[in-house]
């Protein structure tokens, strides 16, 4: 129903027509009118949420087109948007130069699939309770198969274990509980080794360690010429560098030069890489 | 809320412009600094307010506290302590002096990593020491710490690498080395040799994984079985795998 045109002494004063007023109890009330102030404005109080309709976007290109108000982040730096526009945003002379993302290392128990060249990964033997973390970076202009050099980390270390008892001469024999490593990737080392010995008996023998891996072979350790008994001697001795083969294990061995026995144990093998494919 | 920066700038114009950086906010919408945030309060979008040290513009009604985006990894930090609230792949070179380094160690922070211990060793030269002072021994069958020590500079699991060199007197006798932290008997046998009088011997490489606390001191230690032995050079290093 239209409202109604009051008319003197004629419009009802009945409900249909009296429902339709407000009355002063409704006044800055729920489903109610605003008051104004002594200026005349509506006070701030009876209106809703002022200020710019502002809308934290993220990451531009999150939504497009943007409109005012909208607000993205873009390049590190945090862009507010005043007209209508599709359009990236861009930086203002003066204003702060934005950081290149720091390219983060790749971090996982493998190399990235498809290297560039200068780009940098950290290698671990687990992502929640690493060993060793070993940082390389994928040179492609390098002319070896093995493109990712080294930059640091610790080396697999298995040891100070086992022991054997060599009696026989120019035979060698394992370490019986000795260190074990399995190489992560193929590529060169440098190899370090240890062990101690006792001779049993009084007389020249030389004595023999080396470190065997399953598929690249033996690399042996400065043999040593002892000569008293219950003499007790450690040797480490860093072996060179080292061509291995990923996947394969490695245990080491003694050996006595003459058959007077010895005892040996400790034994000890490390690893680190220079460069690995 | 969003995070603001607060910078200076000159005004492109306006007529050509579609975006405005976020710190120059004058005029065109309802901006308004009010300082300090206060519990309590109900903020509207375009209020500025400062927490932490943070410049913070809200963007929707709330009555939320405002919090802190998380960090972008940045380039490696470089300094004498660990960044205090690092975030997952954070990287830090962390020195024993700005001025003069003698060590950088740089690290790897894995928030992934179960142990305690999740900034991971990724390259650098550790704390060193070499002395050839010269140390004469106490043939007595027991553990003697000597020569320089090192301070470990943050907790967790460092390797020892260690060498010496010494000289046998008129008795033949068996040397031993290890590692003395915090003025303790070595509790492993470094390395051990067998030696006949009047004769140099040498313990090269002997290398073992320790866990240390920060601020443990750790020297060597020797085990000598007879008199008028010496040691002549002393020199170790304690390299990183993992600090907390």
Known sequence: MADPVWVDGVTPQNAVNMNKL????????????????GTGKVPLAQLPPVGADLVYDGDYPATSPYT?????????????????????????????????????????????????DGQQAILVDSITAPTWSWLFRYNAGSTNANKWEFLGGPPIESGPQGSCTCTTASTWVDASGGPAITVPRSGVYKLYAEFSASLSVTGITDIYGRVVFSTSGNFQMDNQDWSSQYQTHHVAQQMGQAALVAGETSKMQAMVGQSNSCNFRYFCTRIIPVRVS | MTEIEALAATSPDPASTNWVPMWNLNGGVNVVYDGDWASGRTYQPGEIVVL???????????????????????????????????????????????????????????????????????????????????????????WHQ???????????????????????????????VGVCVAGAAPTFNGGQTSVPASAWFS??????????????????????????????????????????
Not at chain 1, 24 to 36: H, I, M, V
Not at chain 2, 148 to 159: D, K, N
Not at chain 2, 214 to 239: E, K, P, Q, R, W
């Open chain 1, 22 to 37: 407000q009355t002063r109890d409704e006044k800055g009330q729920p489903s109610g009118y605003s008051s104004l102030d």
């Open chain 1, 68 to 116: 005012d108000g909208d607000i993205v982040v873009y390049n590190g730096i945090a862009y507010l948007c005043v007209v209508p526009t599709s359009a990236a945003p861009v930086p203002w002379p003066g204003g702060p130069v934005p950081v290149p993302p720091y390219p983060t290392p790749a971090y996982g128990t493998s190399l990235p699939a498809s290297p560039t």
């Open chain 2, 52 to 142: 932490g040290g943070v410049t913070y513009m809200c963007v929707r009604q709330t009555t939320n506290r405002p919090t802190s985006w998380a960090t972008a990894v940045t380039m490696p930090t470089y300094g004498t302590t660990l960044p205090a609230s690092p975030v997952d792949g954070q990287e830090h070179v962390l020195v024993d002096s700005v001025a003069a380094p003698t060590y950088q160690l740089r690290f790897r922070y894995n928030a992934q990593n179960t142990g305690t211990n999740k900034w991971e060793f990724i390259g650098g030269s550790g704390p060193h020491i070499e002395s050839g002072a010269g140390w004469p021994m106490t043939g007595d069958s027991q």
């Open chain 2, 146 to 176: 000597f020569g320089p020590t090192i301070t470990v500079p943050r907790p967790g699991l460092w390797r020892f690498t260690g060498m010496i060199w010494g000289t046998t007197g008129a008795n033949a006798g068996n040397v031993a």
């Open chain 2, 203 to 244: 313990l090269t490489h002997f290398e073992r994984a320790l866990t240390l606390a920060g601020g443990n001191t750790v020297a060597m230690g020797y085990y000598a079985t007879a008199a008028a032995m010496n040691i002549s050079v002393d020199s170790f290093t304690l390299t990183p795998v993992a600090i907390s």
